[in-house]
């Protein structure tokens, strides 16, 4: 019962977080039970180095394996999985994804792999944690690319990122298509950026992924709601100024459409310029 709680916890707080007001299609799902297992004992047993995860070995509770595994470094919980054909056609892969118990999710993304009736863990995907909504979308050759509204990663402001994950000519390759940064955390840091002056938040609710060109290929539709704020000295200063009391001025929805060409998103010209002035938190 512990070791449900808390991966109910952790679907609150991780990847329940990532999706929190955002609605539309995704392939990402809560792990079933045998597969809870399954992908724990081939992480823990994994010959790969996996970061945050090596070392790792499952908690059990009242006797029974849980959902949640604990290195020498971290206390993490098996919170989302994507299944799909990532490196080479014809082969069974996960995209697993780990989560500590935080606001968010900071942790781990392994790529497995079914060999011989069973998983192993293949490599870390470096680059991206896929804790919130993904989609998979067809590359030449018979793979798959990993679509997904990400976390963000060390180095990049606080927020979420539209990136796309996949393996051509089998190395991993993570793009990062959009960054969604916080308004409230961009300076935390430093003073002065370019979205806390103008006060505005650009922030993600929906997709959608219907083929608008024809190609037969899907594209993806991020709906995004811009918002302004009111002005005050202490809006972005040291990560603190952003709160309940802040209060919003004006708020647009915007779209934001990317063509899948079948390697990477690219955003269309309207899209780009929308970008170019509000994501990325400059």
Same mark, same amino acid.
């Given at each position: ?9 952790l679907l ?7 999706c ?21 004992r081939?992480v823990?047993?994994?010959r ?17 394996p849980?959902?949640?595994l604990?290195?020498?470094?971290a ?6 999985? $994507?299944?799909? @054909?990532? %490196?080479?056609?014809? #082969?069974r892969?996960? *995209?697993a =994804? ?5 606001? /968010? ?10 060999v ?29 690319a990993?679509v ?10 606080l927020?979420r ?17 959009a960054?969604?940064?916080r308004l409230?955390f961009?300076?935390?840091f430093?003073r ?23 190609d037969?290929?899907?594209d993806?539709? $991020?709906?995004? @709601?811009? %918002?302004?704020?009111? #002005?005050?000295?202490? *809006?972005? =200063? ?5 709160? /309940?009391?802040?209060?919003?001025e ?5 779209d ?17 310029d929308?970008?170019?002035k ?5």
């Amino acid at each position: 019962m512990r070791a449900r709680a808390l991966l109910g916890a952790l679907l609150g707080l991780g990847l329940g977080a990532a999706c929190a007001q955002f609605s539309g299609p995704s392939e990402s799902r809560t792990p079933r039970a045998a597969e809870v297992d399954a992908v724990i004992r081939a992480v823990c047993t994994s010959r790969v180095p996996l970061g945050h995860l090596d070392g790792c070995r499952q908690v059990s509770s009242g006797g029974r394996p849980g959902p949640e595994l604990r290195s020498p470094q971290a206390r993490l919980l098996f919170s989302s999985l $994507l299944p799909g @054909t990532f %490196t080479a056609p014809g #082969r069974r892969e996960l *995209l697993a =994804t780990f989560c500590t118990e935080t606001e /968010g999710c900071a942790g781990e993304t392994v790529l497995l792999r079914r060999v011989q009736g069973r998983w192993v863990a293949a490599e870390p995907v470096r680059g991206a944690l896929l804790a919130g909504p993904c989609l998979t979308y067809p590359r030449p050759g018979g793979t798959q690319a990993a679509v997904c509204l990400d976390e963000s990663r060390a180095g990049e402001p606080l927020g979420r990122a539209l990136r796309s994950v996949s393996w051509p000519a089998g190395k991993l390759r993570v793009q990062t298509a959009a960054l969604f940064p916080r308004l409230g955390f961009r300076d935390f840091f430093g003073r002065g950026s370019e979205q806390c002056a103008g006060r505005w938040e650009l922030e993600p609710f929906s997709w959608d992924d219907r083929d608008r060109d024809a190609d037969g290929r899907p594209d993806l539709t $991020l709906r995004a @709601t811009l %918002t302004t704020y009111s #002005r005050r000295p202490d *809006l972005c =200063t040291l990560g603190m100024g952003f709160s /309940g009391e802040a209060l919003a001025e004006r708020s647009v929805r915007r779209d934001l459409t990317f063509v899948w060409t079948g390697d990477t998103l690219r955003a269309t010209g309207t899209t780009a310029d929308i970008l170019r002035k509000y994501a990325g938190g400059r």
